[in-house]
């Protein structure tokens, strides 16, 4: 009988993460922040909190792994190998594996190829910034994957910041080194560049893009051409010319910057999809591939993906639901795995559900220590009660299944909500999310009715496209109908999640529509739950109306 192999991914920097990969096969993927409860757990070290959950989720030790997968960014990853070689050693007391370093797009590459349904399509990474290439760091890059294996094509290189990226020297143009305002940038930073203009943080591009739907563009750039990755996008590009517009208002700065906040939101989204469109049109047909998988940062944009697919005749995408770095375990994994000369499953079937679950007895003594009351229900009159209790506009968060892979809620650790009550966004921002007024609310819908509904291009089950919602229903869910007429949407098939499918058909009945609304499970600024613990702590310094943890209800 042959002997399983296994193979354990590991990304270090921020949004830390673990996959393992058995026979071929991705088995889970935990980001460390789940467990940390640090959102985005940035650090140098290994992740061994959730190395060991996901081991102990399986009932296996560290010693029975083969191959190691580790990636990190902004380093010469090859370099570091002895150094966290000596560092597993020591914690673990481990030698009989093989460490594989893995550079930073190439294990977005395999995220992405390997977690799709093609045998063969172009992957194309785009994100803030990779690994380093000499005095360069990757960009974008493009590569090809065919039966399993993934091979590069084609390398865009940027400068480095000198100083870190956040600070004024990178983003407003009086405070630039006026030497470095040609150095080539990638797409994602210019993106993130607009987004610290705008006074948002690091890992807050989702608010420019929420924002965005409020501006209007203040450049025209139908006369861009971006026909190849050989193309030329400066530091200073929009920054500067941002500037001029705020010393030809005669306002104060502050002033500028709060009235045209929204319009420059628009501009950097106009931007960056008028060339990503551009540049992903040009490679596939040049290659005459049009099944095309994205990872990277920057495709966590939903507005930008579906431009993709309205712009680009026969497009298909497959996006990694865990597009940024939280995605970067699995393509080490799937990497590691392959040198064992075995082949991995390339499969989407396993998606998105990859973390953990946990055991009645477990969660009946989490509500017990907190002197919670509770009813035990089965799934049928769980999904009646839960969707009556929506309509009545009651705020439901659920925890259920293992968690989900990627920084989308996709009911798994949700917040449901009733999407044809206008009022709904404001009270759940007021009540529980306490998040800006520019930021929308997703709707999850089932799968068969989704076209109906949404104006999508292809199925969004992993909450990565954004599209129109049809006329004939903006007005009956507009907690969910962003004031540009888009939703971010979810869509649900019976066989991914039989539970959530028919929750939906239950709120159909009631309602007219097969529709909720889906937001995280957490408050502004924590991670998304995982554990029971986390959801009953969230739920009691919250004013969330009901909680469900697997089949157990209990309301306030």
Known sequence: ???????????IGHDRCVALVKNG??????????????????????????????????????????YIGLTFSSVNIQELKQYYREELETHYHINSYELILVSHHLAHAESAFCTSDFSKALIFIADGGGDNHGTMVESESLFIGVNNQVFPLEARYQV?????????????????????????????????????????????????????????TMFDFSNLNF???????????????????????????????????????????VLVETILIQIINAIVEKYNIYDVCLAGGTFLNCMLNHKLLESIPNLRL?????????????GAAFHAYKCSGEKVNNNSKVL???????????????????????TYCNDNELRIRIAQQIYNNKIVAIVRGRSEFGPRALCHRSILANPTWKGMKDHLNNEVKHREYFRPFAPVVIEEKAFDIFDLKQLSPYMLLACQVKSAFADKIPAVTHVDQTARVQTVSEEQEPFIHKLLLQFEKISGVPVLLNTSFNDNGEPIVESPLDAIQTFLNTN?????????????
């Open 25 to 66: 096969n991705l088995l889970a993927s935990l980001a460390q922040e789940r467990i940390d409860r640090i959102k985005h757990s940035d650090s140098s070290e290994i992740p061994y909190e959730a190395i060991d959950t996901l081991l102990e989720y399986f009932d296996l030790d560290i010693s029975i792994i083969n």
């Open 160 to 216: 480095p910041p000198i100083n870190t990226i956040y600070k004024k020297q990178n983003y407003i143009y009086p405070f630039m080194n006026k030497e470095l305002l040609h150095n080539p940038i990638s797409i994602g930073r210019k993106y993130e560049q607009i987004t610290y203009m705008l006074g948002f943080k690091w890992g807050e591009c989702g608010k420019t893009m929420g924002l965005a739907s409020y501006g209007e």
């Open 318 to 330: 497959h996006i990694c639901p865990a597009a940024g770095d939280d995605g970067q375990a699995v």
């Open 1 to 11: 009988m042959q002997k399983d192999i296994y193979s354990l991914g590991i990304h």
């Open 352 to 374: 998105p559900y990859l973390g953990i679950s946990y055991t009645n007895e477990l969660i009946e003594r989490e509500l017990k220590s907190f002197n919670l009351q509770y």
């Open 544 to 556: 969330i109306d009901i909680l469900v943890i697997e089949n157990y209800l209990i309301e306030k």
């Open 227 to 269: 026909n190849s990755l050989n193309f030329d996008l400066q530091s200073s590009d929009l920054i500067q010319e941002i500037y001029v517009k705020y010393l030809e208002s005669g306002k104060p700065y502050f002033n500028f910057m709060n009235d045209e906040s929204a319009n420059i939101a628009q501009t950097v989204q």
